[in-house]
């Protein structure tokens, strides 16, 4: 029946469970064949309850609210379907699922603690599994291990047991993968021999893909673009490789074997670790890798480098795969195109070393909650499995068999003359034989090592070198794992979620006259606050701090109040709120400041959707220097962006005070 769809309607499966985990085809044979494991009872059916916050979007069934109609597409539909009936018929199970009404991590933890599991099966998003083992809720499944179908990859351990069915992450490509621009590596002559590029491919091909020889590359690129200017900011020049170190150090570790919190537990003292950050920090100091951080802090801001990188501004980087197709975008705009290559290993280990390996954190996980009827627990697992499998081999049919490979989903040039099959043969060959190795994102302590390591390779406040620095700070990390594990060995299921405030009106800023009396200020009637198991709490018991403001000094202060309120459970909640003090004697006008070039309005384009304070206005103050730019608006009465023309608008500022300033500006409205 499957073959009738087409290949390409069939390769985008929507809000698909993770198909990673089991080879295809098999039927619900257990690990040992035992009898022990649930067979297809031809008694009763059991209903397996399987949830998400997507949960939605995977039931075969759900249809659109408003539409009435199907919301998976034909294809996907048929699949699941019939991977439902595969269950069906092995197990006599029928699936269920279940979209979790708010949050997983408060779902799960409310409905554990009432003694009614929400679902038999749970999805966790990525990063939400420190949160939700923390709380005790998850089902150790080291009793039923023998319920696993034979072809499934059973998950690392966490903390010692067996807490999930699937992760997914495992046979890709990083996070974040280390992208070159192509055209720049063939511009610099001392890459080159007898006239030929030696591109990262061919190095890596021949074994010699190493840190040394991966530094020596990098110090031929910086040499060369020594005194060069950036395509779109000439202001600026072509690095070599401007990254978050971050990215760099968790990609180092893992090629030298090492990690934080991997397959084999804690590994923030391995060899390989404190190689990785030496390897980086040397790599820094010598101005190969340009990074960007806030001054006197190890602390980067996201994605720091993913706008030079598109802008030409780096050779290689690390950025998110999925912004990979936009750089890949402007690149072919100015004529380039972008390549992708593993992390180099240390110099000391073979190419063919099982620990020279490529970094894949966890992701989305599966498991089971605790209070799940006991006899479930293996024919759950098994519906989880069975299910995935079978999806996954009905997907391997319409997509052409079974021997096609997954398409490559990254922005690089796959069509290079010199490199291109070398690129895909390199990706396949390493994403194969990627597995999830890097825990730390799932027990919490992912940026308490890097706050450590960072540290220590930037002198922040004096840290000295990390094989000194994570001696002295390791209980950061130890304490809170040794913490988790204490709950995970008890029988407490433990609140972790500390209460939310919800601001009443939505938006709202704050900004007060200078000589305010911070007491006057009634912040409760502000802020409602609530908890996922106390419910909602007194407003009234709120403590503010308001002594990162100075009430009569003009300015903004960020976070110049802070709110804190804790639940029964002793989880603190936060409400930071940015303060404005202003002169409230001021009676000038404010300065408005239109921009030199404005841009034109497309026909059709709504005006009320433009941001007329960003477009068009460069600068809006007060007499202090205070920005206005929140307080602009635009008098649209005259503009008619339906009809090309010129048009009048107004835009007018007013300050704290009340002050007002006006300037009239021509707009043009022209056709596409």
């Known amino acids: 029946m499957l073959k009738k769809f087409s290949k390409v309607l069939a390769l985008g499966l929507a809000g698909a469970i993770a198909l990673t985990g089991c080879a295809g085809g098999k039927g619900a044979e257990t690990g040992n064949n035992t009898d ?122 966490i903390y010692g047991k067996q807490y999930f069915i699937e992760v997914s992450g495992g046979g890709t490509h990083p996070l974040s993968p280390l992208f070159y621009n192509i055209d720049y590596i063939e511009q610099v002559d001392a890459l080159k021999e007898n006239g030929k590029t030696i591109y990262p491919t061919d190095l890596y091909k021949e074994g010699k893909w190493t840190w040394s020889v991966f530094e020596d590359y990098l110090a031929k690129i910086n040499a060369h673009y020594a005194n060069s200017q950036a395509p779109e900011r000439p202001e600026k020049r072509i690095d070599a490789y401007r990254t978050d170190y971050t990215e760099t150090l968790i990609q180092a570790m893992h090629s030298a074997g090492g990690s934080i919190y991997g397959q084999e537990g804690l590994g923030i003292e391995s060899k390989g670790t404190k190689e990785a950050v030496a390897y980086v920090e040397g790599l820094i100091n010598k101005g190969l890798l340009v990074t960007e951080v806030v001054e006197g802090t190890s602390n980067r801001p996201y994605n720091a480098q993913g706008a030079p990188f598109e802008m030409g501004e780096s050779v290689f980087t690390n950025i998110e795969d999925w912004r990979s197709s936009g750089a890949a975008s402007k690149a072919a705009d100015r004529g380039q195109s972008l390549g992708f290559i593993p992390f180099p290993r240390p110099d000391s280990m073979a190419f063919d070393d099982p620990n020279y390996r490529q970094v894949r954190t966890g992701g989305e996980s599966w498991a089971i909650l605790r209070g799940v009827d006991e006899a479930k627990i293996p024919v759950a697992i098994q519906t989880y499995q069975l299910f995935n499998s079978e999806v996954q081999k009905l997907t391997k ?175 603190e909640g936060k409400q930071n709120i940015n303060i404005t003090i202003y002169d409230g004697n001021n009676t000038t006008a404010p300065t408005l400041t239109m921009k030199e070039e404005m841009r034109t309005i497309t026909v059709g384009e709504e005006s009320a959707n433009i941001n007329w304070a960003n477009d068009f206005v460069e600068a809006a103050t007060d007499k202090d220097g205070l920005d206005l730019k929140s307080k602009v608006v635009a008098d649209l009465s005259e503009i008619d962006t339906t009809t090309a023309g010129t048009y009048n608008v107004a835009i007018t500022v007013t300050d704290y005070a009340g002050n007002e300033a006006t300037q009239t500006i021509e707009v043009q409205v022209v056709a596409e």
């Open 36 to 157: 022990t494991a649930p067979k297809g009872d031809k008694g009763e059916t059991t209903v397996i309850r399987i949830g998400s916050h997507a949960a939605n979007s995977m039931n075969p069934n759900y249809k659109d609210p408003v539409t009435g109609e199907y919301a998976m597409n034909e294809v996907d539909r048929e699949i699941r379907i019939q991977a439902m009936q595969k269950v069906k018929d092995e197990l006599n199970v029928d699936i269920e699922w279940v979209q979790f009404p708010g949050d997983t991590t408060e779902v799960l933890l409310q409905s554990v603690m009432a003694g009614d599991p929400v679902a038999d099966v749970v999805n966790l998003y990525a990063n939400s599994q420190g949160t939700i083992l923390g709380q005790n809720v998850l089902q150790p499944l080291d009793n039923y291990m023998d319920a696993f179908l034979p072809d499934c990859e059973i998950p690392a351990p």
């Open 397 to 571: 049919e319409v997509n052409g068999g079974a021997d096609e490979k997954a398409p490559i989903r990254i922005g690089i040039d796959l069509f290079h003359e010199e490199i291109g099959a070398d690129m895909q043969d390199i990706y396949y060959s390493s994403t194969e034989a990627t597995v999830v190795n890097e825990l730390s994102n799932m027990t919490g302590v992912y940026w308490d090592f890097m706050k450590i390591a960072g540290d220590s390779i930037f002198g922040v406040d004096g840290s000295p070198s990390y094989e000194v620095a994570v001696e002295a700070k390791k209980a950061i990390i130890t304490d809170k794992i040794a913490s988790v594990e204490a709950t995970l060995n008890s029988t407490e299921v433990k609140d972790n979620i500390a209460p939310a405030f919800t601001q009443v009106e939505a938006g709202k800023t704050y900004a007060f006259p200078k000589g305010t009396d911070p007491a006057s200020i009634d912040w409760a009637s502000e802020f409602t606050v609530a908890d996922n198991v106390d419910g909602k709490l007194d407003a009234a018991n709120i403590k503010w701090d308001s002594s990162a403001t100075d009430f009569n000094t003009v300015g903004v202060y960020s976070k110049g109040v802070v709110g804190t309120i804790s639940d029964s459970n002793e989880n």
